[in-house]
């Protein structure tokens, strides 16, 4: 299947200028909506420092052997342009990768032509790229899993009896997804402090981030369909880092007996670039032996687990940064193929654009632990940062930044960041 995917050819150069450090090689070309002062919303491709912007590309005549509209990228989310599928989705990457390739003249001599169609990153707005329909939010690293188990149960028995047979997931709330860069205030609710015997209400105490990974889907099979592991990858669009903000004293209250409520639905952040699933191909590695065996329709054959670095920063006010995680995608139980396996399994639907995440992914060493609730052992071990201050969570005017890459011996690609600062409660 790599072999397929010609924009995945390692020796690919592009004649665009790419710092060697950069997320977005012409082996990534992730897909956003940006503008301008001068462009409206539209569909882009990064590449390097630059977007390429595909609705004047299509304008140019750079795309009509392909089945998309202009309409499709002239537009406000990349949902028009998902609805075409994961084939033709896969040809307009690798027609844009042709097109950016050093061999390739086509465009590369046409100054008039690329001055149209390259936008630097830095004069560019990036939004929330995709419409999305439902969230669902599953809990699939056994790490996190497990030490929330120890928290707030026993450690001889951190995972519940279904944890190993069924990945664990629940419905969440789209649309308080944001984009990276726009800030969140500080939520409000109840809590209910052990040493009193009734709830207050207020500012969450213990405003927490967790660590993710989105996928978003095309679109799926009608009502009572369900998407097998084997089919699975031809469903998947693409993946962004996700923050799943959570106000942990809010969920301690509510969430007995049907889950978190209010102290996970006020706000999640993504990374503005959607890697595509096909990018992400030559990153793929086996995942851990599940044991015991799963249910048949949980069952996959091939590597289905991906090899991307993942760290956590905070920024204090004063604009020092301290990397407080490093983790790693690998450290999933539960892979995304089985997770839509599961999702769908009794006939639910998904549809082009719904978001599904990965839950909140921890590694075995203290060091790659993906929320502060377990950096911080519940508050009980705070870190110290910078300018001598601690935490043992998120404070006002603290920026959680989450950056991820992937690379194996020939080549890096990359997320960019989501990036949020949290501001005082309103
Ligand atoms: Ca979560």
Redesign the pocket.
Known sequence: MVNMINANDPKLKSWVEVPNNSDFPIQNLPFGIFSTEKKNKRVGVAIGENIIDLASLKELGYLNELPFSAEDFNNSYLNAMMQHGKFAVRALRDQVSFLLDQKNDELQSNKNHYDLVLDNQSIANLHLPIEIGDYT?FYSSEQHAYNVGCMFRDPDNALLPNWKHIPVGYHGRSSSVIASGVPIHRPKGQQKPDDQPNPVFGPCKLLDF?L?MGFFTFDGKPLGDSITTAEADDYIFGMCLFN?W?ARDIQKWEYVPLGPFLA?NFASSMSPWIVTLDALQPYKIPGPKQYPDVLPYLEYKGDKHYDIDLEVAIKIPNGEEKIVSKSNFKNMYWNMNQQLAHHTINGCDIRCGDLL?S??ISGDQKEAYGSMLEISWKGTQPITMPDGSTRKFINDGDTVIMRGTAQNKDIKIGFGEVSTLVLPAK
Do not use: C, F, R, V
């Open positions: 939010d967790e993710e799943d959570s996970k995440a839950g909140t």
